[in-house]
């Protein structure tokens, strides 16, 4: 499944690694900068929430999204609790995975732009003169 939705990424001119267990993606995670993760919770090796929580742990600003055929009402709240940014149920169409990789990269984005303007700004208020405050009645 995993080379098919490497398929459906580079139709849309995205490129995608495969990691076909939950060790090699820990890997391939701590070696190089990934705009998004898509993520199986059925791994041969580990359990899909595990390597959720390690990202989030490690790599907060990378989303993730959560893909599974075995999916339930209860492994999707995991999931969403632990920090995923969606929960896609097996199959889906490529449309559905391309869209969603697209928002998940752009919230992202976003959210990083957010974060330096608040850096910029709390800089800038840390250099204004600091002047007394006078009320008037």
């Given at each position: 499944m995993a080379e098919l939705y490497a398929k459906y990424l580079s139709a849309?001119?995205?490129?995608?690694?495969?990691?076909?267990?939950?060790k090699d993606g820990l890997a391939k995670v701590s070696d190089k900068n990934y705009d998004a993760i898509i993520l199986d919770l059925n791994l041969p090796d580990m359990?899909?929430?595990?390597?959720?929580?390690?990202?989030?742990?490690a790599h907060p600003a990378i989303p993730v999204i959560v893909v599974t055929?075995?999916?339930?009402?209860?492994?999707?709240?995991?999931?969403?609790k632990f920090g995923a940014f969606d929960f896609i149920m097996k199959p889906f169409p490529s449309a559905r995975l391309n869209a969603t990789i697209k928002v998940a990269i752009d919230f992202a984005r976003i959210k990083?732009?957010?974060?330096?303007l608040k850096n910029n700004m709390y800089d800038n208020l840390k250099t204004l003169p600091h002047t007394a405050m006078t009320a008037v009645p």
């Amino acid at each position: 499944m995993a080379e098919l939705y490497a398929k459906y990424l580079s139709a849309e001119g995205r490129e995608a690694d495969i990691a076909s267990t939950g060790k090699d993606g820990l890997a391939k995670v701590s070696d190089k900068n990934y705009d998004a993760i898509i993520l199986d919770l059925n791994l041969p090796d580990m359990d899909g929430l595990f390597i959720l929580r390690h990202i989030q742990m490690a790599h907060p600003a990378i989303p993730v999204i959560v893909v599974t055929a075995y999916g339930s009402v209860g492994s999707a709240a995991d999931a969403m609790k632990f920090g995923a940014f969606d929960f896609i149920m097996k199959p889906f169409p490529s449309a559905r995975l391309n869209a969603t990789i697209k928002v998940a990269i752009d919230f992202a984005r976003i959210k990083n732009e957010l974060q330096e303007l608040k850096n910029n700004m709390y800089d800038n208020l840390k250099t204004l003169p600091h002047t007394a405050m006078t009320a008037v009645p």
